[in-house]
């Protein structure tokens, strides 16, 4: 799931696609006949709220894994979405840093209890919707990739000192 939520969110992060969940709805039934190759998506340059996309995610996940709490994550940010907070972030030495392929490492961790706890900080942030980040320079690139991890980075600002 998180593969298909960090694609959507690239996606979605540099077009502008006008009444999302219409369109979702006409593909939706246009697919159940096999012939959604047909249906043309409408969009323009811009960015989609993520207010707009993530109700309809969260539909499709709540049947799936609505208690895992990095899919809770990502669904609430998208669902608190705020341009205006920030927060300061010091990323503790020794850190694990995660990829995307890591997902099931992660979710094992995270399943276990045995997951750093600045990941539950941070998951804490990102869920209120959190979108200027501030950081060392020298942890920047390492904030980039957890970002991308959690499928935000195309809606976040990061600020180096």
Do not use: W
């Not at 990323?91 to 399943?111: C, H, N, Q, S, V």
């Not at 942030?125 to 991308?148: Q, S």
């Amino acid at each position: 799931m998180s593969t298909e939520l960090r694609t959507l969110h690239h996606i979605v992060s540099r077009i502008k696609i006008p009444a999302y969940s219409t369109q979702t709805a006409v593909y939706s039934a246009i697919n159940k006949l096999h012939i959604a190759s047909l249906c043309p998506i409408i969009f323009k340059c811009g960015q989609t709220s993520l207010k707009e996309v993530t109700p309809l995610i969260a539909e499709d996940i709540k049947n799936l894994k609505l208690d895992n709490l990095y899919l809770k994550t990502i669904i609430d940010f998208g669902s608190n979405f705020s341009p205006q907070k920030s927060e300061k972030i010091t990323i503790p030495k020794g850190t694990k840093i995660y990829y995307g392929t890591e997902i099931e490492e992660f979710d094992r961790r995270l399943a276990t209890g045995t997951l750093d706890q600045f990941y539950y900080y941070l998951m804490k942030i990102i869920g209120c919707g959190t979108t200027i980040y501030e950081i060392r320079r020298a942890d920047k690139e390492k904030l980039e990739r957890i970002l991308e991890f959690f499928t935000i980075k195309d809606y976040v600002k990061i600020i180096s000192k």
